[in-house]
C-alpha cells in the first residue's frame, strides 16, 4: 500500500475537500478534520494542515494537489543499540513497548505495549508523539487517553507490595521488567486476532540473550519477529506511545499514593525523596511505607536513619 502525505495551505485544504466531499466519510479520530473514502484511496485531512493519502491511488490523487514526496523513512541518526531494523522499519505496522518507574522509589513499575499499523502512523504523530522523552509529564497526562482510545494497547501496574514480594523471593529488575514486557505484548497480540504485526519492537533494556533466560518458565513465550533496540522511541512511534502511556500510568498512580500518605509523593530517589519518606515513616509506620515504595532502594536506610534523629 502506498502512502503519500502532503503539507498543503488553508487555502488548499478547503478545495481538496470540496473535491472530494461526495467521498467524504466520518472519522472521529482526534486530530482528523476530514476523512473521505474513494475506491482505491483514502484521504485524510488532519487540523496540522497535513492530508495524507493512502491506498493504490495515493500517488494519483496527491499529485493533484502537490508534489507528491512519497513519505520516506528518516535516516535514524540516533546512536541506538540492538538488532538491525529493516530499511522502512519507521512505517510499518509495529507492536512497541517500553517501562516507567523503575527508578523510581515511590510507586509502580509500569509496561505498556501498543499498537500502530501503518495508517495509524501518521495520526499517532498528529496527536503529538514525539521521543517521548522530550515530553513533559502535563503533556503526557493530556496525549494518554487519546492513543488509549485509539490504539490497541496494554498497560501494566505492577504495585509495590507484589514488587517487593517478587524482589524480596530473588527476582532482579531485568527479570521483572522482562516478565512484564511479555505479558504487555501477549495481550496486545490477543486483542489483535486475526491481525499480526509486521514486527514488534522492545525498547532494549537487556539484550535479546538474557531477555529470553530471564522469560525462560513462562508458558507463552512472544518471540516471534521481535527486535529490540536502545532509544527505540526515537525509531517507532510505537514505542513512543508505549512510553508515554505507561508513564501516564504510573502518575495516575502517583496521584493516588499521594492522595492515601496526604503529601504530595516526589519522583525519582534523590535526597527529597528520603526526607518525604522518613515523613510518612513517622506518620503512618513501616508496613504503609513499604507498601508504597520499591523497599530495597538505598533511600530506605537512608529514611530510617532521617526518622530515628528527627525522633530522639
Ligand atoms: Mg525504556
Known amino acids: 500500500m502506498s502512502n503519500v502525505v ?8 478547503e478545495k481538496v475537500k470540496a473535491h472530494y466531499t461526495k467521498f467524504k466519510v466520518e472519522r472521529s479520530a482526534p486530530g482528523v478534520v476530514f476523512a473521505a473514502k474513494l475506491s482505491d484511496t483514502t484521504v485524510t485531512i488532519y487540523k496540522s494542515g497535513k492530508v495524507m493519502f493512502q491506498g493504490n491511488g495515493a500517488s494519483r490523487e496527491a499529485s493533484l494537489w502537490g508534489t507528491a514526496d512519497k513519505v520516506t523513512p528518516k535516516a535514524t ?3 541506538t543499540k540492538g538488532d538491525l531494523l529493516p530499511p522502512n522499519f519507521a512505517n510499518l505496522s509495529v507492536i512497541g513497548s517500553d517501562e516507567t518507574g523503575t527508578g523510581d522509589y515511590f510507586g509502580p513499575i509500569t509496561v505498556a505495549a501498543c499498537f500502530v499499523r501503518e495508517d495509524q502512523i501518521e495520526l499517532v504523530k498528529e496527536l503529538g508523539v514525539k521521543d517521548s522523552k522530550m515530553l513533559t509529564d502535563d503533556s ?4 494518554a487517553p487519546e492513543l488509549m482510545a485509539t490504539l490497541t494497547h496494554s498497560v501494566l501496574i505492577l504495585k509495590n507490595e507484589k514488587y517487593n514480594d517478587i524482589q524480596g523471593r530473588g527476582s532482579s529488575q531485568g527479570k521483572i521488567k522482562a516478565l512484564m514486557h511479555n505479558q504487555a505484548l501477549k495481550h496486545v497480540l490477543k486483542k ?6 509486521a514486527y514488534i519492537l522492545i525498547d532494549q533494556f537487556a539484550e535479546r540473550g538474557i531477555y529470553y533466560n530471564h522469560i525462560k518458565a513462562e508458558k507463552e ?6 527486535l529490540f533496540s536502545t532509544k527505540a522511541e526515537q525509531i517507532h512511534v510505537s514505542v513512543a506511545a508505549a512510553s508515554i502511556i505507561a508513564r501516564y500510568a504510573f502518575l495516575k498512580e502517583m496521584d493516588r499514593l499521594s492522595n492515601i500518605a496526604n503529601t504530595t509523593i516526589p519522583k525519582g530517589a534523590s535526597a527529597k525523596v528520603d526526607e518525604i519518606a522518613a515523613k510518612i515513616y513517622l506518620k503512618h509506620g513501616e508496613t504503609f511505607l513499604k507498601s508504597i515504595t520499591k523497599w530495597h532502594f538505598a533511600n530506605t536506610q537512608k529514611a530510617m536513619k532521617l526518622a ?3 525522633r530522639s
Open 308 to 310: 530515628n534523629k528527627r
Open 221 to 226: 513465550i512472544i518471540k516471534e519477529n521481535v
Open 140 to 143: 503526557m497526562r493530556i496525549m
Open 192 to 197: 489483535m486476532v486475526p491481525e499480526k504485526p
Open 77 to 79: 541518526s540516533v546512536n
Open 6 to 13: 502532503l503539507l498543503l495551505e488553508a487555502s488548499q485544504i
